[in-house]
């Protein structure tokens, strides 16, 4: 049974220990800085508690002792801190961040570390790469591939049309900075809220925008190699507006901690979402321009008794899978290991990954039973 160490017991960081605990394999420590988290916490024989104040570089040094690995679900301004003290203890590490910096930041510690540095292994990113790139590897030639995800309430009562689903440190960070993409073949940077489109799926219309962190190291990946490629946050219509207002027009973008406080007091939260999924790859194969998408709709479900939100369901599974994957041996055991380096059939065959496969999937405008996976459909023209 391996000792696995997981920071921050917020709506994630929780579901992630429980899905652990739970499987009979890990021994989970989950840790968080304040007590009240804690305290709502059901230990038992794999699942205990601790008080973690990650400033204590020797407390976290502690923790770390005995480790196989720590998932760091904390907020992304301590991910490089971490990180570092994995480097040291000699534990894998894998995280959940958007952040670009702190994960160009988490590359250059791996790159002399003797274990396995795994950042990014959420949603989106995480499995929003590596749908992008199975789907990328039936291309001849690539032309452009798109990435559009989504963490909405499923009945949105304001106007923002947005409930608090995940970390609103990360919303706030994904909403203002830069936005990596690939355009004429180049890599670029666009800003963020920015290229608004619309979108409909199952008869309901949506907006997308530029987001931050949403490609992970696809840019890198796929430089030289398409003509575009870019991520957008999927959104109900209107949400974008408002929120530019307050941005831009309030300047709230450099009062972080106003705008959270203002959001964590007007938005509930809510466990009654939908997450979307939505990737486009278009490109030569066999001589046919041709497209392909997949398409996918979770919603949430019970975990060790729970009811879980569709966000906290996918994103806490994902880096599950990716533990059981390294676990294993069926991931390098030491470096910078990119999402895009796992092929999709292991994910969606590993036991943390079903959460993937009993959704509701799209189908020519339809909803449908699920499939492992989603829905792919192939286009030529």
């Known amino acids: 049974m391996a000792n696995v160490l997981v920071i921050g017991a917020g709506r994630v960081g929780s579901t992630i220990a429980r899905l652990l605990a739970d499987s009979g394999d890990y021994r989970v420590t989950l840790t968080d800085r304040d007590e009240e988290p804690l305290r709502a916490v059901e230990t038992g024989p794999t699942l205990a508690t601790a008080r973690l104040d990650i400033a204590d570089v020797s407390a976290l040094a502690q923790h770390l002792e005995g480790q196989f690995a720590v998932l760091s679900a904390a907020p992304f301004q301590h991910t490089v801190a971490i990180a570092r003290a994995a480097a040291e203890a000699g534990v894998h590490y894998l995280d959940l961040t958007e952040d670009v910096r702190s994960t160009r930041e988490v590359k250059q510690i791996a790159s002399t570390a003797r274990t396995a540095f795994i950042p990014q292994c959420g949603l989106a990113p995480g499995f929003i790469s590596i749908v992008a ?3 990328a590897r039936r291309f001849d030639r690539l032309d452009a591939v798109r990435l559009r995800v989504g963490a909405l309430p499923r ?3 304001n106007g923002l049309n947005y409930n608090l689903t995940w970390s609103t440190d990360g919303v706030i960070n994904e909403y203002i900075e830069p936005c990596e993409a690939i355009v004429g073949g180049k890599r670029v940077e666009v800003p963020a809220m920015e290229e608004r489109e619309e979108l409909s799926l199952d ?3 949506y907006e997308a925008f530029n987001t931050s962190g949403g490609l992970g190291t696809l ?4 430089h030289g190699k398409v003509e575009t490629l870019n991520y957008r946050t999927i959104r ?3 949400h ?3 929120m530019k207002v307050l941005l831009h027009d309030l300047a709230l973008r450099h009062r972080r901690e106003v ?3 203002v959001l964590e007091h007007a938005l509930p939260m809510t466990l009654q979402d939908v997450v979307i999924v939505f990737v486009t790859v278009s490109g030569q194969r066999d001589g046919r321009l041709v497209q392909e998408t997949y398409a996918n709709k979770i919603y949430g479900s019970e975990v060790g008794g729970r009811q879980t939100s569709a966000i906290q369901l996918t994103t806490a599974s994902s880096i599950c899978v990716v533990l059981d994957l390294l676990a294993s041996g069926r991931l390098p055991g030491h470096g910078f290991v990119r999402q895009e380096d796992i092929g999709l059939d292991a994910f969606l065959s590993n036991r943390f990954g079903r959460y993937y496969r009993q959704d509701q999937t799209i189908q020519g405008g339809a909803t449908q ?7 792919r459909d192939r286009l030529a023209a």
Do not use: Q
């Open 133 to 135: 790139s199975d789907i």
């Open 155 to 157: 009945y949105p009562s």
């Open 203 to 205: 008869g309901v219309a």
């Open 219 to 222: 840019c890198e990946t796929f």
């Open 236 to 238: 109900y219509p209107g």
């Open 240 to 242: 974008a507006a408002i």
């Open 259 to 261: 705008l959270k406080d």
């Open 369 to 375: 039973g699920g499939t492992a996976g989603g829905h």
